[in-house]
């Protein structure tokens, strides 16, 4: 980690997303809280992911095409910027008006936003960090995401408690703010410029774009041996995974008797499981390979699940919760490595857009169709049915190229037409 820790780049970008990682926490749980506060009913509070995750998928399909022909730094910015403006309205908006269709209508955009950035995020980091300390860099700024989630639902408990969850939101809004001024001081390395594609001579027709938008990504990830598995198995992950924290809201409130603050409680102790899954990632990935560690966070995902639903300890659920997070922290940090070592740097907008396209498509369903069930027959029954179905995952990822991918899974070979890729795989590496 020494070259990273001498680079004044990296640190500047790591500490202004360390602060807006830690805001975004504090509203992960704030929002909630404030649907759950004004109807009572899980069903609502697991639409508002649903609003936001449809709004992720829409995005998606071209925000990727976006993030490769602009200026990423400046796309940042501005949706930092904005980001800023909308939440930091919404307690004033909350007080004027305090109607839940407001929550909804102010989802959408915030979520779309949240898109751009995110791709732009991850197409950021290899212009960041040589690529020798690729995993260890992505492991840094995901414990970074774990510290801000460690301390983020504390905040927000205390915040709902004291003045009301929506001056939690506002707060998210200045830690937005803080980190557009941050991003300023950044300079990519010398490799951005060139590698953000440029139109060349007229520009295409309408054809032309959703192809640009919709086939390019989408064809690399399906010809890609290792990327088409993931992104198949994540799509059916991602289906259980995303309304997880809607049912252990309502589980820790409504089921077990708790409020707010201890809320807070449970799910800081959950991140927990993000840092230590963030130090050890590129450890484990190094040691054991990708396959074993990215088949082993599902299995860690599964039981979790399952156990969140039929424990009545409040400490036993924080513990789950926190091998839960340390499952997909490990999972995450896995897969976004190797998307970022296999993919060509024109293209790698366009590849992650169609990855997060791609799997966050069962979100919302999953999200809606888990919420409904728990709103209908408790949490106990959904979270015993979603450890279940991961598991069916993990045995379905046996038979997959995933399982014999070792340490070095991310030199995988080019795929026709593309040939910007490295080191082919052979024999035991894989």
Not at 244 to 262: K, M, N, Y
Not at 346 to 353: D, I, K, S
Request: hydrophobic share 50%; proline share 6%; glycine share 12%.
């Amino acid at each position: 980690m020494s070259s990273l820790s001498r680079d004044r780049d990296f640190n500047v970008f790591w500490l202004g997303q360390a602060l807006s990682v830690l805001g975004g926490s504090v509203s992960a749980v704030a929002l909630p809280l404030m649907v759950f506060a004004a109807t009572g009913s899980v069903f609502r509070m697991g639409l508002v992911t649903v609003v936001s995750a449809a709004t992720a998928v829409v995005t998606g399909i071209f925000a990727g095409y976006v993030v490769d022909r602009v200026d990423r730094r400046r796309l940042m910015i501005v949706c930092d910027l904005a980001r800023a403006l909308l939440l930091g309205a919404v307690p004033f908006l909350w007080s004027a008006c305090p109607r839940l269709w407001l929550l909804y209508l102010l989802t959408a955009p915030v979520g779309a936003l949240k898109s751009f950035f995110d791709v732009a995020y991850v197409t950021a980091v290899p212009h960041l960090a040589p690529p020798e300390d690729l995993t260890r860099a992505n492991g840094r700024l995901m414990s970074t995401f774990a510290l801000g989630t460690l301390l983020g639902p504390v905040i927000a408990g205390a915040v709902a408690a004291g003045v009301g969850p929506a001056w939690a939101l506002g707060l998210d809004g200045v830690t937005f703010l803080i980190s557009s001024v941050s991003l300023v001081f950044v300079r990519f390395g010398p490799g951005h410029d060139e590698g953000r594609e440029r139109p060349a001579g007229p520009a295409p027709g309408a054809v032309g774009v959703l192809r640009e938008m919709f086939v390019v990504g989408f064809r690399f990830l399906w010809t890609q041996p290792l990327l088409r598995p993931l992104t198949v198995l994540l799509t059916l992950l991602t289906f259980v995974t995303v309304g997880a924290t809607d049912l252990l809201i309502f589980r820790v409130e409504r089921d077990l008797h708790q409020g707010s603050t201890t809320l807070g409680y449970v799910m800081a102790t959950s991140a927990l499981g993000t840092l230590v899954g963030a130090f050890t990632a590129g450890r484990l990935r190094r040691d054991l390979g990708f396959g074993v560690c990215w088949l082993g966070s599902i299995v860690a995902i599964a039981v979790s699940f399952a156990g969140i639903g039929v424990s009545r300890s409040v400490p036993v659920v924080a513990a789950l919760a926190a091998l839960f997070m340390f499952g997909l922290t490990l999972g995450g940090v896995c897969s976004m490595t190797l998307r970022q070592e296999v993919t060509p740097q024109p293209m790698l907008g366009r590849v992650t857009a169609a990855f997060w396209t791609v799997h966050n498509a069962s979100g919302p369903a999953g999200a809606g169709v888990l919420t409904a069930l728990a709103d209908r027959h408790g949490v106990p029954a959904v979270s015993l049915a979603g450890g279940a179905f991961c598991l069916l995952i993990f045995g379905a990822g046996l038979f997959t190229p995933l399982r014999a991918s070792g340490p070095r899974a991310g030199t995988a070979p080019p795929v026709a037409p593309l040939s910007r890729l490295r080191r082919p795989l052979r024999g035991p590496r894989r």
